[in-house]
């Protein structure tokens, strides 16, 4: 089988003397595995209280894409991995209330490199996230590759 996943995104800025058009862009993909989307809906919770791991233990890696979309009016959601053995959050996207990615989740997602990167430690880290002023409803939905 192949071009099971089609993507497609542009992007349009208009703001003071800037004005910015990318040309529409779309691929088809291959997926091998259909299994998802997981997790689902996710009550995120802010950094104060603790915030929230994302699940992908449903699924089976190599993980593929994935579409995060903030379910919430007012308050804005920061994605990241979180290491566990360095107590460090170190997020990568933020999504504003309403707005919606699809990206492709790398494979070593939860590996940590040292060193040279010639190896990895233990797969412990994890997806996290929070919310910015109240918890939030984000949907998350991962699929394998």
Do not use: W
């Not at 992908?56 to 993980?63: D, I, N, Q, V, Y």
């Amino acid at each position: 089988m192949a071009n099971e996943a089609t993507v497609r995104s542009s992007l349009s800025i208009s703001v003071g003397n800037v004005q910015y058009k990318s040309l529409p862009n779309g691929f088809t993909a291959d997926v091998s595995r259909g299994n998802g989307p997981s997790p689902g809906l996710v009550n995120v919770a802010t950094k104060e209280n603790g915030m929230t791991d994302i699940d992908l233990s449903e699924l089976t890696p190599p993980l593929g894409f994935c579409r995060f979309s903030n379910q919430d009016a007012n308050n804005a959601i920061h994605v990241g991995r979180y290491d566990p053995s360095s107590d460090h959050f170190l997020p990568f996207m933020k999504i504003k209330p309403g707005e919606s990615f699809v990206i492709r989740l790398s494979s070593d997602i939860t590996e940590e490199y040292t060193g040279t990167s010639t190896g990895t430690t233990s797969a412990t880290s994890t997806l996290r996230a929070y919310a910015e002023n109240a918890s939030a409803p984000l949907l998350v939905e991962a699929f394998e590759d």
